[in-house]
C-alpha cells in the first residue's frame, strides 16, 4: 500500500476470506465493525471500510485469514522451482520465495513496502522427506495433528525488517556450515545433495564467511541477522546457481570471479538494503549502488588476486556510459508512476552501474577515509 491510502496490500494468487477479517481495539477489547471490503486491483490494496474511524495512535489488532498459491509460472512471490537431479536422473522440485521488490503480498497479507519494518513468525507445513529454511534458526518440529509423515517447522521471531527479505525455502537440499573460526555465526550453503558431496559449495563457504568478516570490520557493525542462509536456486534470472557452485576443475577463473562478485555484492547488501533501506522503490539506487560499490571493496580483501579496485572503472563507470546514452536511460531516482509495478519496470542495470559510480565520485571529492567515517555513523543510527 501506498502511505497515504488505508488498505492491505494483497496479489493476483492470494485470496482473503472476508467473513474472516476480524478487528479488534486492544484498548477496550472490542470488536471494530466492518462495513465494506473492496479490492483496488491497478495498486493491490485490499481496502477495509469501518463504521468509524479509528483513533490515531491507539493499537488494533488486524487478523485476516487468507490461501495463497504456490505459483507454477511465476518466478517471484511463492513459486515452484525445479532443479534435475543428475544421479537418479529425475527433475526434483521444490517451493522456493523471490519478494523483492514488491512480491511478498503474493505470498501473504502485509504492508509490504520497503519503510514498513516488522519482525516476522514463519511456520512451515513439510513433508518428512523435505527440509525447510528461513530468515531466523529452526526452534522445532512437530507432527502435524492427524498425520504421520508430515511436520510444522517453527522458526524464531525475526529481527525487525521489511517484507521484501522475508524468505523460506522447502525442498531436500543437503547443506554444508561454517565452523566458528571463519565467522562466529552460522554461514550455510544450501544446494542439491549431489553438488554438495561433489564439494562444489566449497569455495562459496569459505568465500561468504571471509566477505561478512570484512564488512563488519569495515563498517564496525555486527552482521545483524542471527544466521546467513545461501541457497541455489536454479530458475532466479539474476543470479544462476553457477554463481553460487564452483568446480575448480571444470569452472574458469571467469565463472569464480562472478561467483566471488555476486556474493560479494549481495552481503554488502546486509548493511545497504537490509539494516538500512529506501522508504519507496524510487530511491532502489541506493542500495544497489552503494552494494555494488563495496562488492569491489570486498572483494580486494578477501580476493585480491582478480585486483578488483581496477575493474572499477571498466564494469561500473564505462558500463554505466553504454546503458546511460540509450533511450530507456532514466534518472537515478526514478519518478514514481503510480502503479508500484510500473515503476519498478525502468532500466534497473542503471540503479547498479551507475549508482556505483556516483559513490565513486563521492569517495573521490570526499575522501575515503571521511566517506566511511560517514557511512559507519549513518548505518549505526
Known amino acids: 500500500m501506498f502511505p497515504h491510502n488505508p488498505g492491505v496490500t494483497y496479489k493476483g494468487q492470494l485470496i482473503v476470506a472476508e467473513p474472516k477479517v476480524l478487528v479488534i481495539d486492544l484498548s ?13 486491483e491497478l ?30 509460472t511465476r518466478r517471484d512471490g511463492l513459486y515452484r522451482s525445479q532443479y534435475f537431479d543428475p544421479v537418479r536422473n529425475v527433475t526434483k522440485f521444490l517451493a ?11 505470498a501473504f497479507v502485509c504492508f509490504d513496502e520497503p519503510e514498513f519494518i516488522a519482525t516476522f513468525n514463519v511456520t512451515i507445513g513439510r513433508h518428512q522427506s523435505f527440509n525447510s529454511a528461513s530468515n531466523s534458526p529452526l526452534i522445532y518440529s512437530q507432527l502435524i495433528n492427524g498425520t504421520d509423515s508430515w511436520y510444522w517447522d517453527n522458526f524464531a521471531t ?3 525488517m521489511s517484507t521484501y527479505l522475508v ?40 568465500l561468504a564467511p571471509a566477505l561478512l568478516f570484512t564488512y563488519e570490520n569495515l563498517f564496525e557493525i555486527k552482521y545483524a ?34 561467483l566471488s562478485q555476486v556474493l560479494a555484492h549481495e552481503l ?21 549502488g552503494f552494494a555494488t560499490y563495496f562488492s569491489f571493496i570486498g572483494m580486494n580483501a578477501t580476493v585480491p588476486e582478480f585486483e578488483p579496485l581496477h575493474l572499477i572503472t571498466t564494469n561500473t563507470i564505462q558500463a554505466a556510459m553504454e546503458i546511460d546514452v540509450l533511450g530507456d536511460s532514466h534518472p537515478l531516482q526514478f519518478p514514481d508512476k503510480e502503479n508500484p509495478h510500473d515503476t519498478e519496470n525502468y532500466n534497473s542495470v542503471i540503479l547498479y552501474l551507475k549508482g556505483a559510480s556516483i559513490v565513486r ?11 566511511l567515517e560517514g557511512l559507519q555513523e549513518y548505518l549505526r543510527r
Open 225 to 258: 541477522m542471527y544466521k546467513m542462509d545461501l541457497a541455489a536456486i536454479y530458475d532466479l534470472m539474476h543470479v544462476r546457481p553457477e554463481n553460487l557452485l564452483y568446480h575448480p576443475e571444470r569452472d574458469t577463473e571467469k565463472s569464480r570471479f562472478q
Open 96 to 106: 522456493a520465495t523471490q519478494f523483492a521488490g514488491l512480491n511478498a503480498r503474493a
Open 158 to 160: 525475526t529481527v525487525p
Open 268 to 288: 554488502a547488501h546486509q548493511y545497504f538494503g537490509n539494516l538500512v533501506t529506501s522508504e519507496w522503490i524510487t530511491g532502489f539506487w541506493l542500495k544497489e
Open 43 to 72: 495498486r493491490e490494496f485490499y481496502v477495509i471500510t469501518f463504521d468509524h474511524l479509528l483513533i490515531s495512535r491507539r493499537k488494533y489488532l488486524l487478523t485476516i485469514t487468507f490461501d495463497s498459491e504456490v505459483s507454477l
Open 28 to 40: 477496550t477489547g472490542e470488536i471494530v465493525n466492518i462495513v465494506k471490503q473492496d479490492y483496488d
Open 167 to 206: 524468505a523460506f525455502i522447502v525442498s531436500d537440499y543437503g547443506s554444508i556450515e561454517s565452523n566458528s573460526s571463519q565467522f562466529e555465526k552460522s554461514v550455510r550453503i544450501l544446494a542439491p545433495e549431489s553438488t554438495i558431496q561433489n564439494g562444489y559449495a566449497n569455495y562459496s563457504l569459505t
Open 361 to 371: 565520485l563521492m569517495e573521490g571529492f570526499l575522501g575515503w577515509n571521511v566517506l
